[in-house]
């Protein structure tokens, strides 16, 4: 499969609307889309959705990317995920149906996603940009119901552009016309092209602190928009800016003409692996019994920033980072907000992932932002060492998407 393309990534979409229009135009025969593009908490995002429409009885067709554990968790029809022989058979139809074109390993699976869901009936279909927006395989379809752009921050500037106001106006470029935007939080660079955007394409503006607000207050998430205020729990997924993420998800639900019990069920009953995941169970779990073990997958400096603000709120710890990262990412802006908040780092390769940097690389990067760090052959040893001296630790593995994916195999 790999060997479809020369390039992992190739960001157009004429490959994906060539093989579409051979399987027969799937993406035209969709349940209603939701269509979610951001830097930062797509994912999060999508499952707080899904959470509430699903309470409600709805059946969600879902569609994420990367991966973590296994390939077939990218696709889930009708609240359920695909069964890995299903998604074999429809992956074998699309490069049938491909025949000796090239096309993106990305892209194929995008239509077998598009053909699932077109083939099973469901009342949403949760779209999850893979990269960008603008040119992402997922931005085929011509009329969702409801398009949201989660926090635009710098990531995959090789493919997006050098400065805020590019990502975003690649992120803008799933706004269809006449159809509603909802916005989260963004730097004011980035609202600015998002606004002109939806402008252009008559695309009615739901934006974070004009139309919508959400904060945390006693203990409780309070959202309010013009319909009124919300009281409700704090999101079951941990860390402050998940606050945000909430607030987009009921945004979309209260645009979607949900009631407060589905907000509800937004916040308390998503699930969304690798987020700030506690481990409480398997291999890693019983080398280290004693200690506090957590899992998170950011990987860029935003991402470092809501691990950060995670961990200053948590009781007190003495916290530890096993931290794997790619060579492609901002590795000192991610670390630098962890440094005041962890006594040590344990570097590690990502097993398996030619892109990986180095265990010393990552760990000169650490000292070089302050943060004592040492190289270690693997995420268990380093579990292992740290365990040893200080039994009772936090310890949090964290740096990638690709490691966190490794970890939850490797755990059970």
């Known amino acids: ?35 979610i593009a951001g830097t930062n908490g797509k994912g999060s995002t999508q499952a707080m959705i899904r959470a509430g429409l699903e309470a409600g009885g709805d059946r969600v067709h879902a569609y994420t990317s990367p991966h973590l554990a296994r390939f077939h968790e990218r696709i889930r029809l009708a609240g359920e995920l695909i069964s890995e022989p299903a998604l074999t058979a429809l992956l074998d139809e699309c490069v049938t149906a491909n ?16 053909l699932a869901f077109a083939r099973v009936p469901a009342d949403w279909t949760l779209l999850e940009v893979g990269l960008g927006g603008r040119l992402d395989a997922t931005n085929v379809v011509e009329r969702p119901r409801l398009t949201i752009i989660t926090p635009v921050s710098m990531d995959h500037e090789a493919y997006l552009g050098d400065t805020i106001a590019k990502i975003a106006g690649e992120k803008a470029g799933i706004i269809k016309r006449g159809v509603p935007v909802i916005v989260g939080p963004q730097h004011p660079d980035g609202l600015a092209v998002i606004e002109a955007k939806a402008a252009a394409m008559g ?14 207050e006693r203990g409780r998430l309070v959202y309010q928009d013009e319909n009124g205020l919300l009281d409700l729990p704090l999101p079951n997924l941990p860390g402050p800016h998940q606050v945000q993420n909430a607030g987009a998800a009921i945004a979309a639900l209260r645009l979607l003409g949900r009631d407060e019990a589905a907000c509800e069920a937004a916040v308390t009953r998503a699930f969304w692996p690798a987020r700030m995941q506690r481990l409480r169970q398997g291999p890693l779990v019983d080398l280290a019994p004693r ?73 000169d990067a650490a000292r070089a932002v302050g943060i004592e760090a040492v190289a270690a052959g693997s995420v268990a040893e380093a579990l292992a060492d740290i365990a040893a001296r200080t039994p009772e630790a936090r310890v949090l593995i964290c740096g990638s998407l690709y490691l966190a994916g490794t970890v939850l195999r490797e755990n059970g």
């Open 1 to 35: 499969m790999m060997t479809l393309h020369p390039k992992v990534i190739d960001l157009t979409l004429a490959r994906v609307e060539r093989l579409l229009a051979a399987l027969g135009n799937p993406e035209r025969s969709l349940p209603p889309v939701v269509h």
């Open 99 to 114: 025949g000796p074109d090239e096309i993106t390993f990305f892209e194929i699976t995008t239509c077998a996603a598009f």
């Open 203 to 216: 695309a009615p503006l739901r934006v974070f602190g004009q139309h919508w607000t959400v904060w945390e």
């Open 291 to 363: 200690v506090e073990l957590w899992l998170d997958g950011g990987h860029n400096p935003a991402g470092g920033e809501a691990v950060a603000a995670t961990l200053a709120r948590m009781p007190r710890r003495e916290t530890h980072l096993i931290c794997g990262m790619l060579n492609t990412k901002d590795v000192t802006g991610y670390m630098r907000p962890l440094a005041p908040q962890v006594t040590q780092l344990h570097a590690v390769s990502i097993p398996g992932e030619k892109n990986t940097l180095p265990a010393e690389a990552t760990r």
